[in-house]
């Protein structure tokens, strides 16, 4: 109540004192104008009077001056006239004006003594009263003075009148702004803290569904916003302390981002973490006049970024966003996320023919489908090589800058794009702790051999102190092709490559995701969605809902996968109007030919399954294509009765683990290709060949017969091992490692 009052207070200060004046210049225009019509007037009555009054001296005719004087007396507010002579005397004056008034003989004198129209203003009793002057000569050199006495006693009172009403105005102003104040106060200020108070209590008590503050509007924007983080925050503390004492109780130890923090700090000893790969965490675009954050699509972003925020450092990324340098500062770096900054990205710029030779050529071109075995032919141009060089040592060149003064800084390089990217850094720092994780598949030598820069490549990837695959089988893989490509020496028992006294360690970490992320997402649904209003969005009736979320890719088995979904319904025909297929599908690497292809082949493949299923509320088929962010995936995630993913080849697909971390309620069946890298571990899973329509027509059949009883357990046991098995943990092996290999040289060396 108290900020109402000096809020009201001070309004009312300000209106008033900005209305006082405004009054005073108002009255001061009105006194001038006044005064000037009063002396026009008076001039003007003067001027008529003046050649009489010089008739009337000039024959001595005193009656008639008289008579002249009292003629003009009593007109608009003109008390009289009077006739003085050179030496002040009275001649004549009107018979009303008082005797007291003719007979002020100093200040009129004064006046008569003062130049034509220097008029003067009198209080005469309870009259106030305006003399104007005026000079006549008769008989040519004789002179008199024509005083005019002008009542303007009413133009105090006008005057008055204005304040009057200015004051009145100023009281009701008052009366108005207090209850307009009150009303704002309450409605916009009031209120709203009421209701934000009451959700900072619930959330103290842990009793708040969701993390968004019940308060709207542009005012409490900034607050809510921050709110929203800090309930978030909370609630993510308040789990994670609620994990650490069950665990605790059970003599278990669950990996979180605070303790993957202490860890990476007491490991490092403090100095900063370099992430190297060609996409970026997140992006800046347009969106008219505004710049707008996403978060690209992919695995190695959904990946890292919760490891960078825990551990900070600097992430190396390529800036293909249209509007990411207009972000940055000078160095091309800016601190992410916005909303919390906990992290450098260092963004490198990219010319169209360094992009199309180094990123769609050679990267995606050729090692790409050289690495997965999806029928794809692998195209190599020497030009696209020399792209490819080119852009590896401009990253390098980049990470020197940053790591330039850290003492034995720690780089971890992200997959194929950087193949030479280790060589380079290890020649120019041999001190630097060099990590390369590749997360798409490695293919058998001969498939490798295929790429006539083998060796090159291989070459620059062993200036790596660690190598990581996401599966023992790549592992095996990439120490074979080591073999047959070049003069080395592998030792076998403990998987590792020593070459010109540099001695590389390759080592499986299968890759995971933040298990709680869908539940501290301050985006992310805070209860499971209705499956009917999320269809009836899309316009559409469903009872069943089936999910896929990918990138478009050949790799990814989504063509195979409509024609499961085809063949399903064609062989338990009592699902068609009531099983849909949902596939979320973010558009990829759009300037490939063949990656043209393939959308258009998938599109009208789409098109035949829904034309020959046609309903009229009802598609077998929702196609969606472009990017969505995380909490639409989610929405889909959890309300969806199966999730396929059936690549043709995949090192992990992380896809797989961000539906088993999204499905707290235990439910929802995960169909899996057997050619993913997540098969290994997510081992409850319907495990399929996506090659096999059949198979996969009824896996998507048992997927939606299958017992509850069944779902929940295969659901828990693999969330269990998920929630053991985090992308902290995986960050925590990988960093470890690399810090402990470096370690062990560095003792070997002293001994």
């Known amino acids: 109540m108290r900020i109402t009052l000096k809020l009201i207070v001070s309004l009312i200060v300000v209106v008033v004192f900005v209305a006082l004046i405004s009054a005073w210049f108002n009255v001061r225009q ?98 106030k009263i305006f003399l104007y002057p005026l000079t006549l000569t008769f008989n040519e050199t004789k002179k008199a003075r024509i005083v005019l006495f002008t009542n303007i006693s009413y133009i105090d009172y006008d005057l008055f009148k204005i304040w009057k009403r200015t004051l009145l105005r100023l009281l009701a102003q008052m009366v108005l702004i207090s209850l307009v104040t009150l009303l704002i106060v309450r409605w916009n200020l009031v209120d709203p803290i009421i209701q934000m108070a009451e959700w900072m209590k619930n959330l103290r008590i842990g009793d708040v569904h969701g993390h968004a503050p019940p308060i709207k509007g542009d005012i409490f924007a900034p607050i809510a916003k921050e709110a929203t983080t800090l309930a978030t925050n909370l609630q993510a503390a308040r789990r994670a302390a609620q994990n650490e004492a069950r665990l ?76 990411d340098f207009e972000v940055t500062d000078n160095k091309n770096r800016i601190k992410v996320p916005q909303e919390e900054p906990a992290y450098n990205l260092r963004r490198i710029p990219l010319g169209k023919e360094e992009e199309d030779g180094y990123y769609y050529g050679f990267s995606n071109e050729g090692i790409w489908p050289l690495c997965h075995i999806a029928h794809i032919r692998p195209i190599f141009r020497r030009e696209d090589w020399k792209y490819y060089y080119e852009v590896n040592k401009k990253f390098s060149e980049t990470v020197f800058e940053e790591i330039e003064g850290v003492k034995e800084p720690c780089v971890l390089i992200q997959d194929y794009h950087f193949m030479l990217l280790p060589g380079l850094i290890k020649a120019a720092r041999p001190d630097a702790r060099v990590s390369v994780f590749w997360h798409i598949p490695w293919p058998n030598p001969e498939t490798f051999g295929i790429c006539p820069w083998q060796k090159e490549l291989i070459m620059g990837l062993l200036g790596a102190d660690l190598i990581g ?61 209705e499956l009917k209003s999320v269809m009836k969005e899309m316009g559409i009736k469903a009872d069943y809902l089936g999910v896929g979320v990918d990138r478009i890719d050949y790799t990814k088995g989504m063509l195979e996968r409509v024609k499961a979904v085809e063949r399903f319904l064609e062989k338990y025909p009592q699902y068609q109007r009531k099983f849909s297929f949902i596939q979320l599908g973010a558009p990829s690497r759009t300037h490939i030919p063949q990656y043209h292809r393939f959308l258009a082949e998938l599109h009208a493949e789409v098109d035949r399954v829904n034309w020959k299923f046609k309903a009229k509320d009802w598609k077998a088929i929702v196609f969606v294509e472009k990017h969505h962010d995380r909490s639409e995936i989610t929405k889909f995630y959890k309300i969806a009765d199966a999730c396929l993913v059936t690549s043709l080849h995949d090192g992990m697909n992380l896809v797989a683990k961000e539906f088993v971390a999204a499905r707290d309620d235990n439910s929802g069946v995960l169909i899996l290709s057997r050619f993913a890298g997540a098969s290994r571990e997510l081992k409850d899973a319907l495990i399929v060949n996506p090659y096999d329509i059949e198979q996969m027509a009824d896996a998507i059949y048992y997927a939606l017969t299958m017992p509850k009883t069944e779902i929940e357990e295969r659901m828990g046991r693999m969330r269990q091992d998920l929630h053991d098995n985090n992308i902290y943990k995986w960050a925590a092996n990988l960093i470890g490692e690399l810090v402990k290999l470096r370690m062990d040289d560095f003792k070997l060396t002293e001994v």
């Open 30 to 127: 009105e006194k001038a104008k006044l005064y000037d019509e009063v002396r026009s007037h008076s001039a003007l009555l003067a001027e008529s009077f003046k050649e009489s009054v010089r008739h009337n001296l000039e024959t001595g005719n005193n009656a008639g001056l008289q008579k002249l004087a009292d003629k003009f007396q009593n007109q608009k507010q003109l008390e009289g006239v009077a006739v003085y002579d050179a030496d002040g005397n009275l001649i004549s004056g009107s018979s009303a004006l008082a005797p007291e008034m003719l007979a002020r003989a100093p200040e009129i004198n004064a006046l008569i003594g003062a130049a034509s129209g220097a008029d003067r203003v009198y209080a005469i009793g309870d009259k």
């Open 469 to 529: 695959f996401q599966t023992q089988f790549y592992c095996n893989n990439f120490l074979d092709t080591v073999d047959r490509t070049i003069e080395s020496r592998i030792d076998w028992e403990h998987f590792s490559v020593q070459k010109e006294l540099h001695t590389t360690m390759v080592k499986p970490f299968p890759i995971s995701v933040d298990f709680q992320q869908s539940g501290k997402e301050n985006k992310a649904p805070a209860v499971k969605p």
């Open 248 to 323: 605790r109780h059970k003599g278990e130890s669950l990996w979180t981002p605070e303790r993957l923090k202490e860890h990476i700090k007491i490991k490092m000893e403090g100095r900063p973490l370099f992430v190297v790969s060609n996409r970026e965490p997140y992006m800046h675009i347009k969106e008219g006049k505004d710049i707008r954050t996403i978060i690209p699509a992919g695995g190695l972003v959904t990946a890292l970024d919760p490891i960078l925020k825990a551990a900070g450092g600097t992430w190396v990324a390529h800036g293909s966003g249209e509007a």
